[in-house]
């Protein structure tokens, strides 16, 4: 039984490398799909809908490439299969995206990338936790934000560099509907995606099972506290039925009252969804009843039940966060073209300018939280880690709602700033506190259970912000952002409640083992 060995720097940095690729991807689509939708003819106050494709992938992808990657050991190892895999499949969905001849092509073009995206990032999360030992998660998660936004903001300002600095045309001319400068972004980003993969695929080694088991011998014996006692399907049946059952039935009536007032038919995805979810509960019910639990569905809705109490508490710290840069990825090209700039017609130029500039803002963003990654994991050692993502949330919620009240183009990358912060510490401050309190048997399913909390927030974004942006705001897309500003704030209170029962305090008398 020994302690988990801690890695040099190039180790780290050499697992988190893919990184750089994914969210070369990611950066693309959140800058410039909703640019490629109104392109196609798209409408703003549908936008959320369109983008349904993303949290709704991730909801079903993630947690299943969790569960099969806990179970899966190869030659290639227990997690970097799925690496490869979905590398290969999103880097085709980037070439195809730009060449979308209509709008219904582009939608599903997204749910394509975004599934493959998901194929290859879920894993990666729970790489850290299996790698690394507690007083180096920080640091490794701090990697992965560097790469995220290294990635992001190179990826963010290509259709901005190849228009500004090499003649590249960003206007659409002809019957090309989308300007050559996102077309050749999105094929840089495609073979971006797949080198810097295949690089972590190729220069990284996974644990044995064997010496996974040992490991967790040790972190338990070591601090007893994080051990989670599992009830089985069969004990968690009544649960099960409740829960499928309220679920199912609030789901109903609210559709019935939807239908009744004759709202909009994007609020059909919540109540349709929650319906959905109990439907779900009631069928690992019947198969727990029946005696068929060695399937993957009763594997995951079993381990979400018993999902440690930090995960709880982190879930409602990841809603508010997410629900915000959710509402600031949809709207921001359409609040700043429109309360910036003062143009909401894609042919015109002032409104591609004012797009372009949202590229730039993102890259800004991007940047700042690359800069701040290895800063977070010094600031987390002299308060916490919990004080240190509350203070990155309130900075992040201040700048974008800023976007309100700053009318000079220039004055928004101030704004961006306080976002970096924040984006930096939520793609690293939860995942290092969440890690401690998993089992690493279920490491990649708990990873991608907590997923659900990233994205369900997304699809209450998709289903109210639409309804919200006709009835409440005017048409007016600022306001989503200043909405967005709020709910990160609420972020930053509720990260104080959680427990984080895996602090680096706690091991400070353990010794460490160097390999």
Do not use: C
């Not at 227990?78 to 499949?89: K, N």
């Not at 992965?144 to 992001?152: K, L, N, P, W």
């Not at 609210?254 to 779900?280: C, D, P, Q, T, V």
């Not at 050692?381 to 220039?410: C, E």
């Amino acid at each position: 039984m020994k302690r988990k060995p801690v890695l040099s720097f190039w180790q780290v940095w050499n697992m988190s490398f893919g990184f750089l690729g994914i969210q070369f991807g990611f950066a693309l689509q959140n800058a410039n799909v909703s640019r490629i939708f109104q392109s196609l003819g798209g409408d703003v106050d549908r936008l959320a809908v369109y983008w349904l494709a993303a949290p709704v992938t991730g909801l079903i992808v993630q947690p299943i490439i969790g569960y099969y990657s806990d179970k899966t050991w190869g030659k290639l190892g227990r997690r970097r299969p799925y690496f490869l895999i979905g590398a290969i499949l999103a880097s085709l969905a980037l070439f195809i995206m730009p060449n979308s001849p209509m709008l219904w092509v582009a939608v599903g073009t997204l749910w394509i990338m975004d599934a493959s995206i998901n194929i290859s990032m879920e894993p990666f999360r729970a790489f850290v936790g299996d790698m690394l030992p507690s007083e180096q998660r920080t640091q490794g998660f701090a990697m992965q934000s560097f790469f995220i936004g290294t990635g992001a903001v190179v990826a963010s300002l290509l259709p901005y560099a190849l228009t500004n600095w090499f003649g590249v045309s960003n206007i659409a001319v002809g019957d090309q509907l989308i300007p050559l400068s996102v077309k050749l972004s999105f094929y840089i980003g495609g073979l971006v995606f797949f080198l810097a993969v295949l690089w972590t695929v190729m220069r990284t080694k996974e644990y044995s099972p064997e010496e996974m088991k040992s490991f967790e011998k040790q972190k338990i014996s070591a601090n007893p506290s994080i051990k989670i006692e599992l009830k089985s399907p069969f004990e968690l049946m009544g649960a099960f039925m409740r829960n499928g059952v309220i679920f199912l039935v609030i789901g109903l009536v609210m559709s019935f009252l939807f239908l009744h007032f004759e709202l909009e038919k994007e609020l059909y995805i919540l109540s349709g969804g929650l319906a959905i979810f109990g439907l779900i509960q009631l069928l690992t019910a019947y198969f727990t009843k029946i005696n068929k639990t060695d399937n993957g569905l009763v594997g995951i809705i079993t381990d979400m039940l018993n999902m440690p109490k930090t995960m709880g508490q982190l879930a409602i710290v990841q809603f508010f966060s997410w629900f915000a840069l959710f509402a600031m990825w949809i709207y921001t090209t359409a609040a700043v073209t429109g309360h910036v700039y003062g143009s909401s017609d894609t042919t015109s130029a002032l409104y591609n300018d004012g797009a372009d500039w949202v590229g730039v803002l993102f890259g800004v963003y991007n940047g700042f939280a690359a800069l701040m990654a290895f800063l977070l994991p010094v600031l987390a050692k002299y308060t916490s880690r919990k004080m240190t993502h509350a203070i990155a949330l309130v900075l992040g919620g201040v700048g974008l709602a800023s976007f309100y009240v700053v009318n000079d183009p220039n004055l928004l990358i101030l704004s961006m700033l306080g976002v970096g912060l924040a984006w930096a510490s939520i793609l690293s401050m939860p995942y290092a506190i969440l890690t401690g309190s998993l089992p690493a048997e279920k490491m990649g399913t708990y990873m991608g259970i907590f997923n659900f909390f990233i994205v369900i927030p997304q699809i209450l974004a998709a289903s109210i912000l639409g309804f919200f942006m006709k009835h409440l705001f005017g048409g007016e897309a600022i306001m989503a952002l200043l909405v967005g500003g709020g709910s990160m704030i609420l972020a930053a209170v509720s990260v104080m409640f959680v427990d984080d029962v895996d602090s680096p305090d706690k091991l400070k008398k353990q010794p460490a083992t160097n390999s």
